[in-house]
């Protein structure tokens, strides 16, 4: 199947420094990836929605200078957490929609950030 | 607001049981999705059904979509030590399907050998 990767995989950061988080497509092109966020034991929760060639989609509650979505190729799209505080330590997730498969989502390994 | 609950939200039980996980909600989805999640991963989808009333078989795993699709079961028969993780459903939006996937909130199943 279609191979979504995360880069990095884990990463720790002084509370005020801001962080990036990488999401490629590996064997496909994907117009659309998606961003989601997961707390410890609880389940997925999508931040938004990243477009290549225009500004993303933010849901409801998700503070779009906070977290700075950029598409800028078919293959990858990037998450930078700005100011980075403890509360925004999460694991977060991207997806990648395949192509010819009804629409079907390849999710990334995730990426653990910590804030200390 | 479209929610999911899923339960049970933990499920420990002995290998070679058989064990049915619930995901239900006041809303229609256009599909549902099951995923399942290893620590430190990203989910991996199981199946999606699409009809109402549609019933997948994966070997030991029995996925079925409500009549109203509204909700979802995953059975496992005979669990195995494998089967454990965390069981994610996951419901497409009417208008946007996949576009807005709303997660369910999870089962922690522990197979214990």
């Known amino acids: 199947g279609a191979v979504v990767s995360q880069h990095p995989s884990w990463v720790i950061c002084k509370s005020g420094t801001s962080v990036k988080i990488e999401c490629r497509s590996l064997?496909?092109?994907?117009?659309?990836m998606f961003w989601y966020r997961q707390f410890p034991k609880q389940s997925l929760m999508l931040m938004a929605t990243?477009?290549?060639?225009?500004?993303?989609?933010?849901e409801q509650g998700v503070e779009k200078d906070k977290f700075l979505i950029n598409h800028a190729s078919l293959t990858l799209s990037t998450l930078t957490v700005t100011s980075a505080h403890p509360e925004d330590s999460s694991f977060y997730i991207c997806?990648?929609?395949?192509?010819?498969?009804?629409?079907?989502?390849?999710f990334g390994e995730g990426s653990r950030l910590t804030v200390l | 607001t479209q929610l999911l609950e899923q339960s049970p939200q933990f499920l420990s039980i002995q290998e070679g049981e058989n064990l049915t996980v619930y995901c239900n909600s006041s809303?229609?989805?256009?599909?549902l999705q099951w995923y399942r999640q290893e620590p430190g991963e990203g989910p991996v989808l199981l199946v999606t059904?699409?009809?109402?009333?549609e019933v997948k078989k994966l070997k030991r795993l029995t996925f079925q979509f409500g009549d109203a699709r509204k909700d979802s079961s995953l059975h496992i028969t005979a669990a195995q030590p494998g089967d454990t993780g965390l069981y994610l459903c996951?419901?497409?939006?009417?208008?946007?399907?996949?576009?807005?996937?709303?997660f369910g909130t999870g089962t922690r199943l522990t197979i214990i050998p």
């Open positions: 997806s990648a929609r395949g192509q010819g498969s009804a629409g079907e989502l390849f």
């Open positions: 064997d496909f092109q994907a117009t659309t």
């Open positions: 990243s477009n290549e060639g225009s500004k993303a989609t933010y």
């Open positions: 809303s229609v989805f256009s599909s």
């Open positions: 059904v699409v009809t109402g009333g």
């Open positions: 996951a419901g497409g939006h009417p208008n946007f399907g996949n576009e807005k996937l709303t």
